[in-house]
Nanobody, 128 residues
Framework: QVRLVESGGGSVQAGGSLRLSCAVN????????MAWARQTPGKEREVVAG???????YYADAVKGRFVISRDTSKNTMYLVMNSLKPEDAGMYYC??????????????????????WGQGTQVTVSS
């Protein structure tokens, strides 16, 4: 069992920044690949950034150069720093983890179906 708890969401003006956190608790499983995904009403959940335990990162084109994903294994926490936020970045942001010990390559890391554990989400609002 893997428990993921997101925090750090809120409201920000366009151009501003936010840092999301995901607290990770692993009772059973081997978590090596993790990700942040977002979803807006009527749209499919999309993975915006992924990270492997060795620090390898992957980004969706929409956020590349603006978002930074990282993880602190000593604190069992993953982060997403979001800079230069745009109104289209608004949505519910979810933390995701694969607990099967898999290395997810560049394509799978940005595929929401590759992850078998999800948090409850934290809301991000961006006003123009």
């Amino acid at each position: 069992q893997v428990r993921l708890v997101e925090s750090g969401g809120g409201s920000v003006q366009a151009g501003g920044s936010l840092r999301l956190s995901c607290a990770v608790n692993v009772d059973r499983g081997d978590v090596r690949s993790m990700a942040w995904a977002r979803q807006t009403p009527g749209k499919e959940r999309e993975v915006v950034a992924g990270i492997y335990i060795d620090g390898t990162t992957y980004y969706a084109d929409a956020v590349k150069g603006r978002f930074v994903i990282s993880r602190d294994t000593s604190k069992n926490t993953m982060y997403l720093v979001m800079n230069s936020l745009k109104p289209e970045d608004a949505g519910m942001y979810y933390c995701a983890a694969d607990s099967r010990g898999l290395y997810l390559g560049p394509h799978q890391a940005l595929n929401r179906r590759a992850y078998n554990n999800w948090g409850q989400g934290t809301q991000v609002t961006v006003s123009s």
